[in-house]
Nanobody
């Protein structure tokens, strides 16, 4: 079992920045950030594997950066140039083994989520 605790969400104006953090009880091969807006399906935002390889969903490329502190088992998501359409509950998730990709169904362990609200 793996426990994940997200933090860092909040309310910002469009163009602003936030940094999300996810503290994990232990590290696994692949960690990722997902989001779910009201009335929409959960979608992958960014993932990072144990070698530091990353993948992003197209709408956040160039604005969001995923990173991790392996020694502390903390995952980060730096979000810049935020837009109202980024408003969602953001979840941290992790899984063991290959592949490491932006698929909700691949991930076994999930945090409770942290809300991000971007106003125009």
């Amino acid at each position: 079992q793996v426990q994940l605790v997200e933090s860092g969400g909040g309310s910002v104006q469009a163009g602003g920045s936030l940094r999300l953090s996810c503290a994990a009880s232990r590290g696994l091969y692949c960690m990722g950030w997902f989001r779910q807006a009201t009335g929409k399906e959960r979608e992958g935002v960014a993932v990072i594997d144990s070698a530091g390889g990353t993948a992003y969903v197209d709408p956040v490329k160039g604005r969001f950066t995923i990173s991790k502190d392996t020694a502390k088992n903390i995952l980060y998501l730096q979000m810049n140039s935020l837009k109202p359409e980024d408003t969602a509950m953001y979840y941290c998730a992790t899984k063991s083994g290959w592949p490491c990709r932006l698929r909700v169904g691949d991930f076994a362990y999930w945090g409770q989520g942290t809300q991000v609200t971007v106003s125009s």
